[in-house]
């Protein structure tokens, strides 16, 4: 018995739409649809290999944007990148012409071959000479001699309960006639503010217009007599005659020694440490004024000079702010010499030892000077020195640029290796592709050592 066929219902969860019949076209759209299309020579020789190069991007206009810009085709994007291989190329290239052009820059280190010469004896310097002996060991010299006065003034320590009287001197001038006039001892000065001063002696004035000096006294103790000086003092014995004001006396020096009760004095132990200071301050003021006096290049050695003190006069009566004073007069004589005699000295030294020779010169020169045994009435000095000194042939860097500008490498160390005197030689270019100096010579750089 055939088995029946099972038959199985299927039915959309969703109705289906009902299709919509196709519309017959219009005549606009016939004669568009009919129209043939005109083919390209490419459409037809293009060969496989081309077919595959034309484009991965999507040609439906519809995923264009879900997928970006449609990609552009492979045969247009390849020139564009050798495009920009090549300016890139161009551009290093003029880079480095430019570099080449404008960079190039050469660094020139030259050590010297040096003579070193070393000295430590004793040289005699002599005012009799006029240049450096080097058998005699002789530098020429030269005494230099400065005078001078000062006053020094120091507080005293002592004290002294006493009554004292001023004392000074007093100009009195004759304006009345031709005929001379005496004036016994104790006559009588008055100060415009009354006080009186006596003539400590008699005294006999010139004749009109006349002058002379004497000693006065005043007439009181005490320190308001303590004058720095008067422009006129009358004579109260003259008063009410012709005299009058025709005879008057000046004081031009200070009035010292007025006191009363218990005033400061200097002691002996004052007056000696007075002196021992002014002395010394003098010598060393003097000393001052002779290096202000000589040139730079003069040499005063610690120990080449002598002090004599000419004069000393010690005043024990204070002035007006309370001090005594010191007058000091001295004399400094000093032996000196040119410094360049002795570099003159030893290079002399150096060339009679053929320790260098006559195109060498001096780079290094260190000196010193230890204690001197000057003797002034010979016109000797005798002088240990210590010298070190370092002779070389010295090449200008000036030069050797505009020598070497523009040179290749080897060029440039070949003549400067040729030249006397140079022990080592550095050169270095920049950039590293240069092989020839610049011709500028700002971009050549020439240390010397």
Avoid: C
């Avoid at 037809?44 to 991007?57: A, D, I, N, P, V």
């Avoid at 070193?116 to 002789?138: H, L, Q, R, W």
């Amino acid at each position: 018995m055939p088995k029946k066929k099972k038959i199985v219902k299927v039915m959309d969860i969703v109705p289906a739409k009902p299709r919509r019949k196709a519309s017959a076209p219009t005549a606009a759209q016939e004669e568009t649809l009919l129209q043939p299309k005109p083919l390209q020579d490419f459409d037809l020789f293009t060969s496989r290999e081309e077919s595959r190069e034309e484009t991965f991007g999507s040609a439906d206009p519809r995923y264009a944007e879900d997928f970006g810009e449609a990609s552009p085709p492979m045969k247009e994007r390849k020139p564009r990148r050798i495009r920009r291989y090549v300016i890139a190329g161009i551009i290093v290239i003029a880079l480095l012409a430019f570099g080449a052009a404008k960079l190039p820059k050469v660094d020139i280190h030259i050590v010297m071959k040096k003579d070193a010469v070393a000295y430590d004896e004793s040289v005699f310097i002599k005012t009799s000479i006029g240049e450096p002996n080097t058998s005699a060991k002789e530098i020429p010299g030269e005494i230099i001699a400065k005078e001078v006065s000062k006053v020094f003034t120091f507080n005293p320590t002592g004290q002294t309960n006493e009554e004292q009287k001023a004392t000074g001197k007093i100009i009195i001038h004759n304006e009345f006639g031709p005929a001379t006039q005496v004036l016994v001892a104790t006559t009588r000065f008055e100060a415009p503010d009354g006080k009186i001063y006596r003539l400590a002696n008699r005294v006999t004035v010139p004749g009109a217009p006349g002058s002379i000096e004497a000693d006065i006294i005043a007439d009181k103790a005490g320190p308001e007599y303590n004058t720095d000086g008067i422009a006129r003092l009358e004579i109260p014995g003259f008063e009410g005659g012709s005299r009058y004001g025709k005879f008057y006396g000046e004081i031009t020096q200070p009035v010292r020694g007025g006191t009363r009760g218990l005033t400061p004095y200097p002691t002996d132990a004052d007056i000696e440490a007075a002196e021992r200071q002014a002395e010394e301050q003098l010598r060393g003021d003097l000393k001052s004024l002779v290096l202000l006096q000589i040139p730079k290049d003069v040499m005063l050695v610690d120990g080449a000079e002598r002090f004599t003190l000419i004069s000393k006069n010690v005043d024990r009566s204070l002035t007006a702010d309370g001090k005594f004073s010191v007058v000091f007069e001295g004399e400094l004589e000093a032996f000196v010499f040119h410094e360049q005699d002795v570099h003159t000295f030893i290079r002399e030294l150096a060339l009679e030892a053929e320790a260098t020779d006559e195109q060498s010169t001096e780079k290094d020169f260190t000196v010193t000077y230890t204690k001197p045994s000057p003797q002034f009435g010979s016109g000797i000095m005798t002088l240990p020195i210590k010298v070190q000194a370092t002779y070389w042939k010295k090449l200008q860097p000036d030069e050797i640029k505009r020598e070497v500008a523009n040179m290749r490498e080897l060029e440039v160390k070949s003549a400067l290796l040729s030249k006397d005197g140079v022990d080592k030689l550095s050169v270095s270019f920049w950039p590293f592709w240069v092989s020839h100096a610049p011709k500028n010579i700002n971009r050549i750089s020439v240390n010397i050592e």
